[in-house]
């Protein structure tokens, strides 16, 4: 068996559903209560009309619906009216979805709303259409959120619009929009600037500051938050947002102060911050447990490009850290574009983790990352596509240098997990020099045939590296894709090549 000392420089380098009526189509599937289950996303909006034909009130709220895949449904949230803005609801009742997918929600307690609901993409998303005796609604919802929920979730720039209506006290006396961006530092302050529109005025420039806070969550069960900006008339606005999307990019909210009350949407306005961490050999985002080394793409990260030529790895090249929770980390290579820099051994798995970088007396807005439990494997790769192997002699893997069938060769990756090591693990320092097996189950695969594994954990002496020893399976001569497994996640797929 065979391992290497000095692999830490590899880090540098569908048709609608059918009617009653019987008839073919193509697809298929049912619907049933048990299709929508857990928390969702809720938007809900209401008119009053009065008897001759007035608009008579305004209903705005943003929240969650909880199904619990049998017949009871709650929401919950924030709403605005004319009457009062930023006032917490709280809705149960019960839901019953047919096999069309075409049901009915009756809200008993908080509200006698009755709706009809639809239900699509196999319970991704839902919309609704109802009323009570004072309005009229529609409303939609949908259960994808990031996978965890901090204050640095929202974070970078978000462009928004809105369209609600303006106040006199309580009474509504028109209508008006507004556009604009909110801009988040990761760490509890916004800013925003914005213009506010309506029939008939000149349109209004403003700005605003003030400070956000988000309701933790180490789960994918809702991300929520709130506001209060001060804008440039010093007129103090409560903003609701849910957040939405794999990674936090995009949110409905309402807004309101006391002379406007509205609500829309907004969507980060470049690339989510939380999308430019991931692992450093997948790529992936979100693949990065303890001790495994992740890459962050950015802009004016460092002056020039740097690398260490010590061990322990410094915590500062140049003048540039990188902060997880607010300790320096270990850095393997600093360049104005991107950074490649280890996870704590300390950061607990299954959280969610906040990351800022500092170059000098300049500090970024700090990113969300969430730091899984298991294994997340990412294999290191060379030539873009070739999976980093090194053959029984060494020598490394190549279509002009295969390995044979039969040989025990070893594929280099990061992200592994937990393992069971003979000392304690120092963040930035090399791994013990002794075999330190994964614990979670595990699994490789060469093309479609699984190959049996001699070892796979920490590289001994290696800082942040995984390697897995394995024996090249009866395969004919060719190049194949590399698979690893662990604890059910599996990596990027980079090949190599097998001879004879």
């Known amino acids: 068996m065979k391992y290497s000392r000095t692999y830490y420089l590899l880090f540098t380098c569908g048709l609608l559903a059918a009617p ?12 049933s209560a048990a299709t929508l289950n857990g928390t969702y996303s809720l938007t809900l909006s209401g008119r009053g009309i009065s008897s001759s034909g007035n608009l008579a009130g305004t209903f705005q709220a943003e929240g969650t619906a909880t199904f619990d895949g049998k017949s009871a449904v709650t929401f919950t949230g924030i709403v605005n009216t004319a009457q009062v803005s ?15 997918c075409y049901g009915t929600i009756t809200l008993i307690t908080g509200s006698a709303a009755a709706f009809t609901l639809v239900v699509w993409d196999g319970g991704i998303d839902f919309g609704i259409v109802g009323s009570d005796s004072t309005y009229v609604y529609s409303g939609s919802g949908s259960n994808v959120w990031p996978v965890g929920c901090a204050t640095a979730t929202l974070s970078g720039t978000y462009s928004f619009s809105a369209s609600g209506t303006t106040l006199s006290g309580t009474t509504q006396t028109g209508t008006m929009d507004e556009a604009g961006i909110l801009q988040f530092d990761g760490q509890g302050t916004v800013k925003a600037s914005y213009v506010d529109s309506s029939g008939g005025a000149a349109p209004v420039s403003l700005a605003a500051t003030g400070i956000y806070s988000v309701s933790p969550s180490a789960s994918s069960a809702a991300c929520t938050a709130t ?6 008339n010093n007129n103090a606005n409560s903003l609701s947002f849910v957040i939405t999307g794999n990674y936090g990019a995009g949110t409905d909210l309402t807004l309101s102060d006391s002379q406007f009350i509205r609500d829309g949407s907004a969507h980060a306005a470049f690339l989510n911050p939380t999308q430019s961490i991931g692992n450093v050999a997948s790529y992936a985002v979100n693949y990065t447990p303890p001790g495994s080394v992740f890459v962050l793409f950015g802009t004016d990260l460092a002056s020039k490009a740097a690398q260490p030529i010590t061990v322990p790895l410094p915590t500062e090249l140049l003048t540039t850290q990188v902060l997880v929770n607010g300790t320096a980390v270990p850095l393997f290579y600093v360049s104005g574009t991107q950074i490649d820099a280890q996870m704590p051994w300390s950061v607990p798995g299954g959280t969610v983790a906040s ?25 290191s790769t060379y030539n873009g596509d070739r999976a980093v192997v090194t053959n029984s002699d060494n020598s490394v893997n190549s279509g002009s240098n295969p390995a044979k069938v039969g040989d025990e060769v070893v594929a280099y990756f ?3 997990g937990p393992v069971n090591a003979a000392a304690t693990l120092v963040t930035g320092s090399p791994a013990p020099d002794a075999l330190a097996w994964l614990t979670g189950d595990y699994s490789v695969t060469v093309g479609t045939a699984t190959a049996t594994v001699d070892y796979i954990g920490l590289t001994p002496e290696g800082i942040g590296l995984y390697q897995v020893n394995f024996v090249v399976p009866q395969l004919a001569k060719g190049t194949y894709a590399v698979e690893i497994s662990i604890a059910g996640q599996v990596s990027n797929k980079p090949v190599m090549s097998v001879g004879n």
């Open 414 to 416: 990061t992200g592994g």
């Open 86 to 100: 930023g006032s917490p609801f709280s809705y149960a009742g019960s839901y019953a979805i047919p096999s069309n």
């Open 20 to 31: 009653a009526a019987a008839q073919n189509q193509i697809g298929g599937g049912t619907c």
């Open 227 to 232: 506001a209060t900006l001060t804008d440039s």
């Open 355 to 379: 990351v800022l970088v500092k170059n000098g007396t300049e500090v970024s807005n700090a990113a969300a990352v969430y730091v899984p439990a298991a294994g997340t494997p990412g294999i």
